[in-house]
């Protein structure tokens, strides 16, 4: 004996019930979807934070080894490759010997003398300019 629940009139979802599941995913959404694209922007700030620290100690380890920064001219370059008129450089002094680019894929910028320390490296955010606000604020070594 079969069991037919649905009989001949049955087809499937009515065009309402497919609008309001529709709107319902939609305002879903609209609520989830910023929460997520702000937490993507902080998880890019806090990369490049980690990625200046690591930065910062092998330039540190650098000026231990050859008695100073590299110059404006060399720049993070120094680390990974030895470059001419350096003693005692016992490189490489990145883990990957290459120089990573901040999150979005922008190079760190680097200057030394620094201005607000020994030497200054930083990023200028996702908008590629400096100062900012959020996700576009620079992000910096010193502060």
């Known amino acids: 004996m079969k069991l037919n629940i649905c009989h001949a009139h049955c087809t499937g979802f009515t065009l309402i019930e497919l609008l309001v599941v529709m709107a319902i995913l939609a305002m879903l959404a609209g609520l989830i979807g910023p929460r997520v694209m ?12 980690v990625q200046l620290e690591e930065l ?9 080894d050859t ?21 005692n450089w016992n490189g490489p002094y990145l ?5 990573p680019k901040d999150p979005w ?17 930083y990023s200028l955010g996702a908008d590629g300019v400096q ?13």
Do not use: C, M, Q
């Open 38 to 49: 702000n937490a993507l922007g902080e998880s890019k700030s806090k990369t490049a934070r």
């Open 56 to 64: 910062s100690a092998a330039l540190d380890i650098y000026r231990l």
């Open 67 to 87: 008695g100073n920064y590299p110059r404006n001219h060399h720049g993070l370059r120094a680390l990974v490759e030895h470059v001419d008129g350096v003693e």
């Open 95 to 99: 883990k990957k010997a290459r120089i």
């Open 105 to 121: 894929g922008a190079d760190y910028i680097y200057r030394y003398p620094g201005e607000h320390s020994d030497f200054d490296l």
């Open 131 to 143: 100062g900012g606000e959020g996700e576009a604020r620079d992000i910096n070594g010193w502060e």
